[in-house]
């Protein structure tokens, strides 16, 4: 399959933590990538990898990988962290990118 | 520090070819295995890899859009670029260039500013 699967919104409350999932085959392959994207901007990396962080992203951000499933935490939420994320891997076959739908994420 | 920049028309024709350049900057095209990326995004909606390419002009296309697009690479003008055939309004959106995190991946670690891209008449 080459479909990874996300639900379209989840809220949280300010300070708590949410947890966004991303679903698909072909993560029990490949890790998953999370993007981070505000209205008007290109997506920002903000997990890769097992866990991985790029420089500059605030540690609440954290990624964590079971079966087919892949999930983004963020602890802590903060008010300039309401925006829409992103997972992304390969397919099943490893030669293509896939996308999942993205998840609307609103902090209250 | 690396940077990419997304360029061309803004407005092409049903049935025409879209076509765009990515000009890298602060870095060589060159210089590594990267396969270097466009995604788009049509408004409104989300992300969707077209395609990747090597410096030596090794491709992977999204197999919903390989009969349509040509990815290529300019390396002394340490470019890269896109084409897409035959295309429909559904084709409007803002196209990004990438450049993996290593070799051909699916973590895209920079981007492009964005182009958007009106199909119409």
């Known amino acids: 399959s080459s479909e990874l699967t996300q639900d379209p919104a989840v809220s949280v409350a300010l300070g708590q933590t949410v947890r966004i999932t991303c679903q698909g085959d072909?993560?029990?392959?490949?890790?998953a990538s999370w993007y981070q994207q505000k209205p008007g901007q290109a997506p920002l990396l903000v997990i890769y990898g097992k866990n991985n962080r790029p420089s500059g992203i605030p540690d609440r951000f954290s990624g964590s990988n079971s079966g087919n499933t892949a999930s983004l935490t963020i602890t802590g939420a903060q008010a300039e962290d309401e925006a829409d994320y992103y997972c992304?891997?390969?397919?099943?076959?490893?030669?293509?990118?896939?996308f999942g739908g993205g998840t609307k994420l609103t902090v209250l | 520090q690396l940077q990419l920049q997304e360029s061309g028309p803004g407005l092409v024709k049903p049935s025409e070819t879209l076509s765009l350049t990515c000009t890298v900057s602060g870095g060589s095209i060159s210089t590594s295995s990267y396969y270097w990326g466009w995604i788009r995004q049509p408004p409104g909606k989300g992300l969707e890899w077209i395609g990747s390419i090597s410096y030596s002009g090794s491709t992977y296309y999204n197999p919903s859009l390989k009969s349509r697009v040509t990815i290529f690479v300019a390396t002394s003008k340490n470019q890269f670029s896109l084409r897409l055939s035959s295309v429909t309004a559904a084709d409007t959106a803002v196209y990004y260039c990438a450049r993996p995190y290593s070799g051909f991946d699916s973590t895209f670690d920079f981007w492009g500013q964005g182009t958007l891209v009106t199909v119409s008449s």
């Open positions: 992304n891997s390969r397919d099943d076959s490893g030669n293509h990118v896939v």
């Open positions: 072909g993560l029990r392959s490949y890790y």
